[in-house]
């Protein structure tokens, strides 16, 4: 067997790789985010060639053009190792620091018992340890699920685990795994281990089914249904934990429904939707657009397939909300003003930048209320060197907001509500907290609304988790399960007229 | 001043139904209702005005939305002007004994899936280029793809899946199609599927959008 030298640049590290390998088998070790899972369709796994040969066949060139690319581009999952090569890994984030530890208060002596809450989304993991007589946030961990190196979204996910047993395993496997270390870097200086009396888990059913490890081949094609939407209990020792005591309980939350799962549930408590004598709306701006809508009486919810671009996914420069990245767009007289996380040079937007982003090119007159750039030779639009805006981009968003759009307007006329008689409106999800709202109107999202019916949660998931680390709240959850109803709003007769006319940025009558 | 099929076209192209609807598009102007039925009182063919007025005007839709110029809302909305003209003239057609149409597409969305706004994009498009279209919906069994080809021998087949997990279905309904009738040509789409794909199960064409589909098929029909 042939061996070959490949080097990152820009860190210089030099791995010897056998002939044909695939360089994103190497990189996915690097943590190199692969949305389509390698099929060589969404152009995130772009690496650049600065020494040495790449074969690149027609395939791979169409898409590095498509993406508006140079011929020094290549696609990891495209490109097979056959010679010495230098490579520079992209400079947005692509290879992100998989486990960021930010601890919020010193470390305590306290022997107050206390709990960790954990929020497994798709994309990202947060776990929280919490001071259960103060319900004071001790410390907070947080980092990409690992499940992304199988796919960014969830359907790629649950196709990888059907290939074979070993596949769903180490879904399972690397799920544990990850949430046991962050739990090893909550507890690392923080508290005395013997006083954890609990770890509550809440996800989306998908996130469910992979953690307990239960078959995901119902929830992969119609008709849709979850093997159990049931809870699950298990001891410390069980999961492999052995930095928690044996017999610390570890509860995996129940399901509402085969589409909807416990971090929603979780939602609908922190918001106290449950318990409201008036109509509240909670809407996560994710990948799977769940929607929420209820008081004491009753609570209706959906899911809507909004995508990935609110997370800053399948977007040119798209990326997390991680340093560099664009959340805020000023307007000034001399052009846009970008603000970036931790005040770092522009490397990508974030869900948040990239509605101001669009926002920006409305408001100045570069693309029309369709969504198309006005000057017809216009096919992207640079903010800053290597950060830019696609027309496919904005494709991408206007199918987003169409779909939440819909969803809302749907799931209101399902329960015969009026937009004006709800009290909050909840938004979170991974940008929920620094959206714009006014932009968010100005693009034509929610604009039913007024502004003050909105309030701001960062993570409802992991606040309700928290709060059900207490036995009152969980002992709840079967009560509220109860008045949950699921409603498939996609069959809806009226979807793809609501849903085609939501895309564009203002009415067209 | 163009033509009035010329101005039948631009209607279509703009999704101009009436003077009144869309109220944004071209603003007080007349739609394909007004336009059609002038051009029909002018004399025109029926056969004259599909193809060089609302047929012209669903390509140059097409075309537009290939190249990202505009969107799926237009497409519906230029499929809605066209099919108001073609209110007008299928009275017409009905008096001459049919319309000629170059060839039947049956399409649906595959087994387990449920999506259908790319399919029925498609499906418009392929109907506004003046082929009869038999859409069997979503979720489609593969013995439906079967009995409708058998239905309509000569058709093409398309079949669209927007899930990996479904995809692996557009095989088993491109062989049992090719029992049939080793001669139909079928084409697969939608977002996971790709060339390499297509030809691994022996589909006969892939096409990332309903223009170059219509192009492939006017290329068949035409020889």
Known sequence: ?509 | MDTILERIATAVENGKINKNIPPRIMPGEPGTDELTRQALENGISADDILTNGLILGMERIGVKFKVNKVFVPQVLMSAKAMAMGMRHLKAKFSESGGMKSPGTFIIGTVEGDLHDIGKNLVTMMVEGNGYKVIDLGVDVKADRFVDALRENPGAFVGMSALLTTTMPHMETVNRMLKEVDPNVKTFVGGAPVTADFAKQIKADYYTDGPQELVEILNSLTAC
Not at chain 1, 56 to 85: G, Q
Not at chain 1, 204 to 217: D, K, Q, S
Not at chain 1, 383 to 393: G, N, T
């Open chain 1, 1 to 509: 067997m042939k061996y070959h030298k490949l080097t990152l640049y820009p860190d210089c590290k030099t791995i010897s790789v056998a002939h044909g390998t695939l360089l994103s088998d190497i990189l996915s070790e690097y943590n190199l985010q692969m949305p389509c899972a390698g099929r060589g369709v969404c152009g995130n796994c772009k690496v650049r060639v600065i020494k040495g040969t790449v074969a690149k066949n027609r395939r791979h060139k169409a898409v590095i053009e498509r993406k508006h690319l140079d011929d020094s581009w290549y696609l990891a999952c495209m490109s097979r190792i056959e010679d010495d090569i230098v490579i520079e890994l992209p400079s947005n984030d692509m290879l992100i620091n998989p486990g960021v530890t930010n601890p919020i208060a010193p470390c305590i002596e306290s022997r107050h018992p206390a709990g960790i809450a954990v929020d497994l989304g798709s994309t990202t993991i947060v776990a929280q340890l919490i001071d259960l007589s103060t319900q004071q946030v001790i410390a907070s961990s947080e980092g990409i699920n690992p499940q992304t190196s199988a796919g960014a979204d969830i359907i790629s996910r649950i196709a990888f685990a059907m290939k074979s047993p070993s596949n769903a395993q180490s879904l399972t496997d690397m799920t544990r795994k990850c949430i046991g270390d962050h739990i090893y870097r909550l507890l690392h200086n923080h508290i005395h281990v013997g006083n954890i009396t609990g770890v509550i888990i809440a996800g989306n059913t998908a996130m469910h089914h992979f953690f307990a490890g239960l078959n995901v081949e119902r929830l992969s094609c119609a008709p849709f249904c979850s093997l159990t939407n049931g809870s699950y209990s298990y001891s410390a020792s069980q999961l492999g934990w052995d930095m928690l005591q044996e017999s610390c309980k570890v509860e995996l939350l129940p399901n509402i429904s085969h589409f909807v799962g416990s971090d929603i549930l979780c939602g609908i408590q922190a918001c106290g939707i449950a318990d409201s004598d008036e109509w509240q709306m909670l809407i996560d701006l994710g990948t799977n657009g769940e929607i929420a809508l209820g008081c004491r009486d009753s609570i209706f919810c959906t899911s809507t397939a909004a995508g990935p671009a609110f997370e800053g996914l399948n977007i040119s420069c798209g990326m997390r909300a991680s340093a560099g990245a664009v959340y805020a767009i000023e307007h000034e007289d001399e052009g846009p003003k970008l603000l970036t996380v931790a005040g770092d040079k522009p490397r990508g937007f974030c869900g948040s930048g990239l509605i101001e982003a669009i926002e920006y090119l409305l408001s100045s007159s570069k693309i029309d209320f369709t969504g198309a750039f006005i000057d017809s030779e216009t096919e992207l639009y640079s903010f800053a060197p290597d950060v830019y805006i696609s027309i496919q981009d904005i494709r991408e968003f206007q199918l987003a907001k169409a779909a939440l759009s819909a969803g809302v307007e749907l799931l209101l006329k399902e329960a015969g509500i009026e937009p004006s008689r709800l009290k909050t409106i909840y938004l979170t999800g991974g940008m929920g907290y620094h959206i714009n709202l006014a932009k968010m109107q100005a693009l034509g999202l929610f604009k039913d609304f007024e502004i003050g019916q909105f309030c701001k949660i960062v993570n409802s998931s992991l606040s309700g988790a928290c709060a059900n680390l207490r036995h009152t709240e969980r002992n709840r959850i079967p009560e509220i399960l109860n008045r949950i109803k699921f409603c498939a709003l996609e069959s809806d007769i009226n979807f793809q007229e609501i849903f085609c006319r939501e895309m564009f940025f203002s009415s067209i009558t």
